[in-house]
């Protein structure tokens, strides 16, 4: 099969699980957990006993799981600014965070999650997106109040751009790593659990105690980091499965490669995951720890979009990207798994063009 890797070693590999952040998340303004939505229509099709999909399209505000990571690597920096080692609640930071700056590079969702912290504490951030994102990205970073500064030019030199320019009253909170920028990606990652944790919890209460099979879109590869490290961390070993655009596919690439490979991109609806390098923090444990990789064309995540708007599911190109991973992955499934699908935006932070 092209576009495809397996590990038959990854469910044996085991490591420490990130930290649990999730009771800064739940003393957040307006926490809830996102629903898991069982899709027994979806099940019958893959032909397995179950299938879930944790629905990301409204969290704590936001129409993607980014603010996650954002709220609490943001508190971690500002936190540790004033001396103080856990994750302040961000009402305890506003008088502390005067004259910072935030400032990151996106393709959409991270970046309007950092610029929505940092409207909850009152203070500026600059945001740097490529040109390419759609204006309904663009308008929503806009939208809370940050800078944000177009760069003509792929993802990888977006972040680069926004690094460039950090000074000493900014502070750079960066969803992907490199050698001397670990900190602050660590901290996202740790913010990111909090999804997976919220899953298992539902899945219990429905009977499905354990997960056989977790399909996680990636872009650089920090939320399928969390989900590695927490399900290689425990007792539970599902497989772990990474699913890409074929426009962008690195992880997958690098895993083939044997190494930390960047890749030319091109565009895809799936704008959120259109990265061509992996994070350096993050590509050990993809390395050791996933089971699979698949990538994805446009194609495959519009219907995947269209068949989980069908079942009442809101999912944008990047979160549905799940399912499609799953249907291309379907021969391979056993007909007693429970696959749990990460959707990690609704449509609102990701619409489909007109034209698609």
Known sequence: ??????????????????????????????????RLVEVPEIAAELGVARVFVKEESSRLGLPAFKVLGASYAVSRALSTRIGHSGALPLDELRGAAGGVRL????????GRAVAHVARLLGISATIFTPVNISQAAKDAIEAEGARR??????????????????????????????????????????????????????????????????????????LAEAVVRHYRSGSSSPSVVSVEPTAAPAVLT?????????????????????????SATAWPTLRDGLDRAVAVTDEQALAAVSDLAAS?????????????????????????????????????????????
């Open 149 to 222: 500064v177009e760069v003509d030019a792929e993802y990888d030199d977006v972040v680069r751009a926004a690094a460039s320019l950090v000074d000493e009253g900014a502070m750079l909170i960066q969803d992907t790593s490199w050698d001397g920028y670990e900190e602050v990606p660590g901290w996202i990652v740790e913010g990111y659990t909090t999804l997976v944790i919220e899953a298992d919890m539902q899945g219990a209460e429905v009977g499905a105690a354990e997960f056989d099979v977790v399909f996680v879109p990636v872009g650089v590869g920090s």
């Open 312 to 356: 009442g599911i809101d999912a944008g190109p990047c979160g549905a990207a799940a399912l499609a991973g799953a249907r291309a992955l379907a021969s391979h499934l056993s007909s007693a798994a429970t696959l749990l699908l990460l959707s990690t935006e609704g449509r609102a932070a990701n619409p489909v063009p007109v034209h698609a």
């Open 103 to 110: 400032v990151t590079a996106t393709d959409g969702n991270h």
């Open 254 to 278: 690098s895993l083939n490669a044997g190494e930390r490979r960047a890749v030319r991109t091109s565009s895809t609806i799936m704008a959120g995951l259109n990265c061509g390098t992996p």
């Open 1 to 34: 099969m092209s576009g495809f890797y397996d590990n038959p070693r990854a469910r044996e590999w085991r490591t420490l699980g990130a930290r649990d952040v999730s009771e800064f998340h739940r003393g957040l303004p307006g926490y809830a957990p996102t």
